[in-house]
C-alpha cells in the first residue's frame, strides 16, 4: 500500500498543450510560447505539458510550424522543469494504430528533442496497445507514466481500475494518471478512486480532469486528501471551461496546508498577465467560443470531453446544422454503447462523435458507418470493455463480420519505418520528417512543400493560401 500521508502536492501545468487544445482547438503558435518560458520556469512546477496531443497535427497543418522545432525551442527555455508530452499509445499521435519499429522511434526521437514524461493512453484502455511505448520509454530512460481513460458504465467498477492500475505497474511504467478527459469525475468517487489506486499500486497518482461539468476544483481537492501526488491545472486566462482547473486558484487552495504547493502567486500573476491579452484577442476573432467556457452538468450525461465538443461544434457548422448540437450530445451515449462502451478520448471520441453526427443529419442510424466506426467493429482498434450491439455489428459489416480479430492489432501490421523512409526521401531536412510523414503523410507533404517555398523565397503553395486557419 502506497503511502498516502499529507505532503505538498505537486502541480503539471497545461497551458502550452492541453489547455489550448481544450479552448482553441490546439492553435497557439510557437510564438506565443517563448517569450513567457524564462518566468514559467522559475514556477517549480512537477512538469509542463507542452508537446503531443493534438499539438503536432495542428502544428503542421494550420501554423504551418515543424512540431519538433517547436520542441527543441521549448526544451532549449526550459532549464529547470520536466517537458511532458501527451501518447496515444499504438495510436502515437495520429488516429490509427503504427507498426512497433515506429512507435518506438517516434519515443526515442520524442525523448531526445528534450521529452522527460511520456503520458501513453489507449482510448480502450486496452494495455495490450500501451507495451511497445512502455517498453521504448524505459529503454530511452525516459518517464513512462500510462494514463487510465476514466469513465463511467457498469463495467468500471473500482475492482476493474484497481486491477488494470496493478497490471500496469507490473508493465514497467513509472507513475498512473487518471485521465478524466470529460470531466466525469466528481469528489465524492475521486476520493474513493484514488483511495483504491493506492491501495492496489506503490506507484504515484497523477489526477488530469476538465472543469467541462463544473466540479474538477473539488475533485482535485478530494483527491489530493485521498492521496494524490500531482494535479494537472491551467493558467488562468486558459483555464476553466472545457480545460483544467487554474493553477493559480488550486495553488491558493492548498495554502497554510499539508499540501501547500509553496507556488509564488506574484509570479503566477505576472504568466496569467502575460497570457490574457492572447485570450481576449481569441473571444474576439472567434477561436475561443463562448460554447466552451461556460460549465454544463449535461456533461455527466453525455460524457462529451471538450476537445470532441469543439470538433462536434465544427462539424455541425460546416454543414449549417448547428441545430443539430443537442440531438448530437443525446446520440453520442447511445453510439458509444452500440461499440462496446470505450472511454469516449482521442481517438474513440472522434470514431463515436462523427458517427453520431452521422446518424442525426442521415435521419436512420448507421445509414452510413465511417472506416473507424468499422475498424472499432472488427477489432483493429483493441478490445472494448463492453460487447459490440450485435445489430449494429450486423447493418455496419455484413458479411464483413467474420473478419474481425481479436489478438493485439500491431501484430498484424508489417513494420513501416523503411517504408516511410523511402516515401520521404524527397523532403527529408531532419530525421524527424520521417516520423512527420509516417503520422500525416498528406499534412506533412504539404507543410513539407510550404517549408521548401519559405526556404526559397518564392511564393507560398497552393496548399497554404487555401488554409484559412492562421491563428492570431
Known amino acids: 500500500m502506497a503511502d498516502i500521508s499529507p505532503k505538498p502536492v505537486k502541480i503539471t501545468e497545461t497551458i502550452l498543450r492541453d489547455a489550448h487544445q481544450s479552448l482553441i482547438a490546439t492553435r497557439m503558435p510557437t510564438s506565443m510560447m517563448l517569450p513567457i518560458i524564462d518566468k514559467m520556469d522559475k514556477v517549480g512546477y512537477n512538469a509542463v505539458e507542452c508537446w503531443g496531443g493534438a499539438t503536432f497535427d495542428a502544428s503542421l497543418r494550420f501554423l504551418k510550424e515543424d512540431p519538433w522545432e517547436r520542441l527543441r525551442k521549448l526544451r532549449d527555455g ?30 526515442q526521437k520524442s525523448i531526445a528533442n528534450g521529452i522527460d ?100 476544483s473539488m475533485t482535485y481537492l478530494k483527491a489530493v486528501e485521498a492521496g494524490a501526488d500531482i494535479i494537472d491545472c491551467a493558467m488562468s486566462p486558459f483555464a476553466l471551461g472545457t480545460s483544467q482547473p487554474a493553477t493559480e486558484v488550486m495553488a491558493a487552495a492548498f495554502e497554510g496546508t499539508p499540501y501547500d504547493t509553496g507556488f509564488d502567486q506574484e509570479l503566477l500573476s505576472e504568466i496569467a498577465d502575460y ?16 460554447k466552451v467556457l461556460g460549465v454544463n452538468i449535461n456533461t455527466l450525461r453525455y460524457q462529451v470531453p471538450g476537445g470532441m465538443l469543439s470538433n462536434l461544434i465544427s462539424q455541425l457548422k460546416e454543414q449549417g446544422k448547428e441545430d443539430k448540437l443537442r440531438e448530437v450530445l443525446e446520440e453520442v451515449p447511445r453510439v458509444r454503447k452500440d461499440l462496446g462502451e470505450p472511454p469516449l478520448v482521442t481517438p474513440s471520441s472522434q470514431i463515436v462523435g462523427t458517427q453520431a453526427v452521422f446518424n442525426v443529419l442521415m435521419g436512420e442510424r448507421y445509414k452510413v458507418a465511417t472506416e473507424q466506426t468499422k475498424d472499432i467493429l472488427l477489432g483493429k482498434y483493441g478490445q472494448t470493455v463492453k460487447p459490440f450491439n450485435p445489430d449494429v455489428v450486423e447493418k455496419v459489416l455484413g458479411a464483413d463480420k467474420d473478419k474481425a480479430i481479436t489478438c493485439r492489432p500491431a501484430d498484424l501490421i508489417e513494420p513501416g519505418l523503411a517504408k516511410f523512409e523511402e516515401e520521404c526521401k524527397r523532403w527529408k531536412q531532419q530525421d524527424e520528417d520521417v516520423l512527420s510523414y509516417a503520422l500525416f503523410p498528406k499534412v506533412a507533404t504539404e507543410f513539407f512543400e510550404y517549408r521548401e517555398a519559405q526556404q ?3 511564393d507560398p503553395t497552393k496548399a497554404d493560401k487555401e488554409n484559412k486557419a492562421y491563428p492570431v
Open 275 to 290: 497570457f490574457r491579452p492572447y485570450r481576449e484577442e481569441c473571444i474576439e476573432n472567434g477561436l475561443l467560443s463562448t
Open 456 to 458: 526559397t523565397k518564392v
Open 117 to 216: 514524461i511520456i503520458r501513453i493512453f489507449d482510448c480502450l484502455n486496452d494495455i495490450r496497445n500501451l507495451e511497445t511505448a512502455v517498453k521504448a520509454t524505459n529503454k530511452e530512460k525516459g518517464h513512462a507514466q500510462v494514463a487510465l481513460s476514466y469513465t463511467l458504465g457498469e463495467a468500471y467498477t473500482l475492482d476493474y481500475w484497481k486491477d488494470i492500475a496493478k497490471r500496469i505497474e507490473d508493465m514497467g511504467a513509472d507513475s498512473i494518471c487518471i485521465k478524466d478527459m470529460a470531466g466525469l469525475l466528481v469528489p465524492a468517487k475521486a476520493y474513493e478512486l484514488v483511495t483504491a489506486l493506492k491501495e492496489s499500486t506503490k506507484l504515484p497518482i497523477e489526477m488530469h480532469t476538465h472543469y467541462t461539468s463544473g466540479v474538477a
Open 78 to 107: 526550459f532549464k529547470n522543469t520536466k517537458l511532458q508530452m501527451l501518447f496515444r499509445g499504438q495510436n502515437i499521435l495520429g488516429y490509427s494504430q503504427y507498426p512497433d519499429d515506429v512507435v518506438e522511434y517516434f519515443v
